[in-house]
């Protein structure tokens, strides 16, 4: 990637932008696994809003994209934090995990063949994204989880967990000036870069145009505009 300036010549903006990086694809990975106490909590308090707009202004982004009066909007007339959690769940299954008609899809290579009307379907695990996304996630010395070995590589949530992680190791490099080790994680970011690519604008559009909910829309338009601005530097 080329968001990052050539070793030797790393600046406090450099830094922050590989944090907030970083915080982005953490905070957006929550939202990709079943909902919790916490997280509704969060929406609740208004730490979420708060950090998603934290969020943005260290990666340089107009703050007002994270469009986060959408989330006082969730927060007006939910109730409590446990109302609110049970609404998230209720959004959750809509959205991804419905047994008869999600309405879109967490895995990548899923997500695709839908998308592009595919004739057959690709197969959950055996897949190219699920396969290539794992073979990433083992080149960086992670496998994983027992708790999450039942999903497959390409599922949306682990991808953004993978992208905090590398974003955090490519963060310690900056700030260490360690040259090599700069190199290789900015490697591991371009290699990986692909899977965002070919889906996560398109991913967080859906969340937005299922309006399932109020949360989630909003989680698709602050994680579309991220994005694809992330996505536009990455390339430049």
Known sequence: MSSTPPTGQTTSTDLAYALGCADFFQLTSL?????????????????VADDMQAIFEDAGIDPRKAATERLDEACSGSGTAEDLHATLRQDYTALFTHPKEPLTSLYEMQFRDQRDHRDTPSTLFLNEAALHAEQCYRSAGLALSDAKSREPGDHMGIELEFMAYLHIQLAAALSEGDAAAQERWEKAISDFLPHLESWGVDFFAACTDSKQGVVYPWLGTAGRSFLEAYLANGAS
């Open 31 to 47: 939202f990709c696994f079943n909902p919790t106490p916490d997280l509704a909590q969060g929406i609740l308090d208004g730490s």
